[in-house]
């Protein structure tokens, strides 16, 4: 495993992990993911977060290590800025190998060290703002940044070279195939990972935009050179490009939306169908971009970066036993727990001997902030009036994103 060199002293250790695993339990990762270790060294030697502990990750963290002349047993400090599993799954091993070692975090981050981990001894809990000077001028500053997104989460500081260590935070889904820095990659992959930070944010920081904003607001007053996050690549040659992605996430968490519409649609029998078609014409003809999802055809991890983004929302579903289709009914809970708030929704359906969907769907966005146009549903095939009407909220739905 190649090592790459962020700036005097400073390495980042990439380990592409590909797999049909999904990220967490719950998001598929086709197109894989980077973990990434970082080593800073003075005189005495800093490793940043760790790697899960599949079997090959810490082998090749191992060997990259010894590419540079050093090893686990010569880690002074291991610093672990955020202590989910997939930066500190390998933590008993490393302490096997490494007993000497001082592991640092914040102080609810050794909480959980001692309680995920069973260790208890060469742990030291740091404050907002406290330092690590490791000699040849190399200091490090801890920044306490809760809830971005576990509440024990910290940012690194290496004010010498001006990079931050900022651990999910401004990363994203996607191997990096030997690769590492903004400026190893043209345009057309740049897009391509920007999709994939905002699938990583919708699907894992959307929840706590209120923080990542008052995370952000902390690092204003630092000269950062360099982000350098825990999976995805490292920017460098552009870094208020990441930075100002996130602040746009932030302003999506708050309604400020991009203009267009994300459709998700589920249909039993045609019928729902017919009638989305109606209000998909209606859509066009006020030349307002949208994207398209099928349920349950379609992973609610795409769904949700395409619903977090934009401004409007299409929720088109037929009632299935006396409630909503129940693939529709887990999206909407989705959306529920990733605070997918203010946005301007319609919803419509279909229903066959009796209706309920409607009902049910009204009671379970009724805390989500929604701007809802009045629902439209109808019994069987649509008829030439109820397609009339449907096509009448498409486009009322689209010029409301006009106003």
Same mark, same amino acid.
């Given at each position: 495993?190649?090592?790459?060199?962020?700036?005097?002293?400073?390495?980042?250790?990439?380990?592409?992990?590909?797999?049909?695993?999904?990220?967490?339990?719950?998001?598929?990762?086709?197109?894989?993911?980077?973990?990434?270790?970082?080593?800073?060294?003075?005189?005495?030697?800093?490793?940043?977060?760790? &790697?899960?502990?599949?079997?090959?990750?810490?082998?090749?963290?191992?060997?990259?290590?010894?590419?540079?002349?050093?090893?686990?047993?010569?880690?002074?400090?291991?610093?672990?800025?955020?202590?989910?599993?997939?930066?500190?799954?390998?933590?008993?091993? @490393?302490?096997?190998?490494?007993?000497?070692?001082?592991?640092?975090?914040?102080?609810?981050?050794?909480?959980?060290?001692?309680?995920?981990?069973?260790?208890?001894?060469?742990?030291?809990?740091?404050?907002?703002?406290?330092?690590?000077?490791?000699?040849?001028?190399?200091?490090?500053?801890? @920044?306490?940044?809760?809830?971005?997104?576990?509440?024990?989460?910290? @940012?690194?500081?290496?004010?010498?070279?001006?990079?931050?260590?900022?651990?999910?935070?401004?990363?994203?889904?996607?191997?990096?195939?030997?690769?590492?820095?903004?400026?190893?990659?043209?345009?057309?992959?740049?897009?391509?990972?920007?999709?994939?930070?905002?699938?990583?944010?919708?699907?894992?920081?959307?929840?706590?935009?209120?923080?990542?904003?008052?995370?952000?607001?902390?690092?204003?007053?630092?000269?950062?050179?360099?982000?350098?996050?825990?999976?995805?690549?490292?920017?460098?040659?552009?870094?208020?490009?990441?930075?100002?992605?996130?602040?746009?996430?932030?302003?999506?968490?708050?309604?400020?939306?991009?203009?267009?519409?994300?459709?998700?649609?589920?249909?039993?029998?045609?019928?729902?169908?017919?009638?989305?078609?109606?209000?998909?014409?209606?859509?066009?003809?006020?030349? *307002?971009?949208?994207?398209?999802?099928? &349920?349950?055809?379609?992973?609610?991890?795409?769904?949700?970066?395409?619903?977090?983004?934009?401004?409007?929302?299409?929720?088109?579903?037929?009632?299935?036993?006396?409630?909503?289709?129940?693939?529709?009914?887990?999206?909407?809970?989705?959306?529920?727990?990733?605070? *997918?708030?203010?946005?301007?929704?319609?919803?419509?359906?279909?229903?066959?001997?009796?209706?309920?969907?409607?009902?049910?769907?009204?009671?379970?966005?009724?805390?989500?902030?929604?701007?809802?146009?009045?629902? @439209?549903?109808? *019994?069987?095939?649509?008829?030439?009036?109820?397609?009339?009407?449907?096509?009448?909220?498409?486009?009322?739905?689209?010029?409301?994103?006009?106003?």
């Amino acid at each position: 495993m190649k090592t790459h060199i962020i700036s005097d002293a400073v390495w980042c250790i990439p380990i592409d992990v590909d797999t049909t695993e999904l990220f967490e339990g719950i998001w598929p990762i086709p197109e894989g993911v980077s973990l990434n270790t970082y080593l800073v060294q003075g005189e005495k030697t800093a490793l940043i977060d760790l &790697v899960q502990d599949r079997p090959e990750a810490p082998r090749q963290v191992e060997t990259a290590l010894a590419s540079i002349g050093s090893d686990f047993g010569k880690v002074d400090y291991l610093i672990l800025n955020h202590l989910e599993p997939d930066h500190t799954g390998w933590l008993r091993e @490393f302490r096997e190998k490494n007993p000497h070692g001082e592991i640092i975090a914040t102080a609810k981050g050794i909480q959980v060290v001692k309680s995920f981990y069973k260790i208890h001894t060469g742990l030291r809990a740091v404050k907002d703002g406290e330092t690590l000077d490791l000699g040849k001028g190399k200091v490090l500053t801890f @920044f306490e940044a809760p809830n971005i997104h576990w509440p024990e989460t910290m @940012f690194t500081w290496d004010s010498s070279s001006g990079t931050l260590f900022s651990c999910d935070a401004f990363g994203s889904f996607g191997a990096l195939g030997g690769r590492l820095f903004d400026d190893d990659f043209n345009e057309t992959e740049l897009k391509f990972f920007e999709k994939e930070t905002l699938r990583y944010y919708a699907n894992i920081v959307a929840s706590f935009s209120a923080f990542v904003e008052r995370g952000i607001q902390k690092l204003s007053g630092l000269n950062i050179a360099c982000i350098a996050p825990s999976h995805g690549m490292v920017w460098r040659r552009d870094v208020k490009r990441i930075i100002d992605r996130y602040l746009r996430y932030v302003s999506y968490s708050k309604g400020a939306g991009e203009r267009e519409i994300a459709v998700i649609w589920g249909s039993m029998y045609g019928n729902t169908k017919k009638g989305l078609d109606a209000v998909i014409k209606g859509i066009e003809s006020e030349k *307002i971009p949208y994207s398209m999802h099928r &349920v349950p055809n379609d992973n609610v991890s795409y769904i949700l970066a395409d619903a977090f983004k934009s401004a409007g929302l299409v929720l088109a579903a037929p009632t299935y036993e006396y409630a909503m289709f129940p693939p529709m009914a887990y999206a909407i809970d989705i959306f529920r727990r990733k605070h *997918i708030h203010n946005k301007t929704v319609l919803y419509i359906g279909s229903w066959g001997w009796i209706g309920g969907a409607k009902k049910e769907y009204e009671a379970a966005v009724a805390g989500l902030k929604w701007n809802n146009l009045d629902p @439209f549903d109808w *019994i069987g095939t649509p008829t030439d009036q109820d397609l009339a009407s449907l096509e009448a909220r498409g486009r009322e739905l689209a010029q409301a994103l006009k106003a």
